[in-house]
């Protein structure tokens, strides 16, 4: 008998990230500065840190935590010192956002891409604050998916509330 998964990639697990992706940097790619400094309550982040936030973690735990490529490519260059998105000084516009999301997300897509089905329990060691953790591939990739999600619906919220379009993941394409 073959092994018809053996050589399969796992995009068809997170076949609909793409469209979750495109449909939130299609809300932010819209907003303007005023809109992006809004914050779901005074001691929370405002819209662009949370989205930068979703965009620099994809490139922190591919890139700095399982080693993949791509960090350059992203503002993101220096991960281990933090990220601009923690910067609430600097207010980031809706063009960044965008070029963040597209440049981390594109980390994403080479690695559902590559990635086998076996590849998944693949172990990774690392030192976080003194102690040693271990994460398998296949759970850091389902905490991105989950994270970006995570975000994308606490920002539908407060853009809900706003009066602002919100991120309608799993609208059809086409609608």
């Given at each position: 008998?073959?092994?018809?998964?053996?050589?399969?990639?796992?995009?068809?697990?997170?076949?609909?990230?793409?469209?979750?992706?495109?449909?939130?940097?299609?809300?932010?790619?819209?907003?303007?500065?005023?809109?992006?400094?809004?914050?779901?309550?005074?001691?929370?982040?405002?819209?662009?840190?949370?989205?930068?936030?979703?965009?620099?973690?994809?490139?922190?735990?591919?890139?700095?935590?399982?080693?993949?490529?791509?960090?350059?490519?992203?503002?993101?260059?220096?991960?281990?010192?933090?990220?601009?998105?923690?910067?609430?000084?600097?207010?980031?516009?809706?063009?960044?956002?965008?070029?963040?999301?597209?440049?981390?997300?594109?980390?994403?897509?080479?690695?559902?891409?590559?990635?086998?089905?076996?590849?998944?329990?693949?172990?990774?060691?690392?030192?976080?604050?003194?102690?040693?953790?271990?994460?398998?591939?296949?759970?850091?990739?389902?905490?991105?998916?989950?994270?970006?999600?995570?975000?994308?619906?606490?920002?539908?919220?407060?853009?809900?509330?706003?009066?602002l379009p919100q991120i309608d993941l799993?609208?059809?394409?086409?609608?």
């Amino acid at each position: 008998m073959v092994d018809c998964m053996s050589n399969a990639t796992i995009r068809f697990a997170y076949d609909m990230w793409p469209q979750y992706n495109r449909r939130l940097r299609e809300v932010i790619g819209a907003m303007f500065a005023d809109q992006l400094a809004i914050r779901p309550s005074p001691d929370r982040w405002p819209i662009w840190a949370t989205v930068g936030h979703t965009a620099a973690a994809r490139a922190y735990w591919l890139c700095e935590v399982l080693g993949e490529p791509g960090a350059e490519t992203t503002p993101f260059t220096d991960l281990a010192a933090g990220g601009w998105e923690d910067d609430l000084d600097h207010p980031r516009g809706s063009d960044e956002l965008v070029a963040a999301l597209d440049s981390t997300f594109a980390i994403v897509e080479d690695c559902l891409d590559r990635w086998t089905p076996d590849m998944l329990a693949d172990r990774i060691q690392r030192n976080y604050l003194g102690a040693t953790q271990v994460h398998h591939r296949g759970s850091v990739l389902q905490r991105l998916f989950s994270h970006d999600a995570y975000h994308c619906g606490e920002l539908s919220q407060t853009l809900g509330i706003n009066g602002l379009p919100q991120i309608d993941l799993w609208r059809p394409d086409g609608d």
